[in-house]
């Protein structure tokens, strides 16, 4: 990300921030990465720092997500529906307007101080696009569920990955399920 932010020759009101989670909380492994990234506490950790965001009055948001941090990504994202602005006004120009701390689905607590705030406001935070990059996330629940969440609320949506990509390989073996890299044309070829 450094290298990125350092070359990419952004202009001065654009600032980059890099989200660290705690991939390893759950122990160095693999699983236990997957453990951290699903677990409800990051992902809610994930969403309190988005509502600093709005409550700080940043003005758009664009997000970069790479590996196990899209499956980090895509399990909050769901809770994000009161921050971020839909995609209908966000493309259209049209003034956001606040909604519910409670999701739809009522996953969100409205308890949190930047919650309160976020909801005080009148206006959202419109997410301009999201970058997956070599995705380590499930391709069931992306196609299920994800997709139309993050769809939802950013109309700009680009997945990059690499068809040659062990550590996918390997996620796909251990957890026998099928990664987002599929949606890139025909799944893993690593040994191809």
């Not at 600032?15 to 809610?44: C, E, H, L």
């Not at 009522?106 to 935070?125: E, K, Q, V, Y």
């Amino acid at each position: 990300c450094g290298q990125l932010f350092a070359m990419a020759g952004f202009p001065a009101h654009v600032k980059p921030i890099v989200y660290g989670w705690p991939s390893g909380k759950m122990g160095a492994t693999f699983v236990g990465g997957v453990n951290s990234a699903n677990d409800a506490a990051v992902q809610r950790d994930f969403v309190v720092f988005v509502e600093g965001l709005l409550a700080a009055g940043v003005a758009r948001l664009h997000i970069i997500a790479h590996s196990m941090g899209n499956r980090m990504l895509l399990g909050a994202v769901h809770s994000l529906r009161h921050v971020f602005t839909p995609e209908r006004s966000a493309s259209r120009g049209a003034p956001s307007q606040a909604r519910s701390p409670v999701g739809g689905d009522g996953t969100h607590g409205g308890d949190r101080p930047a919650a309160a705030a976020a909801a005080a406001s009148s206006r959202t935070l419109p997410l301009g696009s999201v970058i997956l990059l070599h995705p380590e996330a499930d391709l069931d629940k992306f196609v299920k569920s994800d997709y139309a969440a993050l769809r939802r609320v950013c109309g700009n949506i680009t997945l990059y990955c690499d068809l040659r990509d062990p550590a996918l390989y390997g996620a796909e073996v251990a957890f026998r399920s099928t990664t987002l890299q599929w949606l890139a044309g025909g799944g893993n070829r690593c040994f191809a």
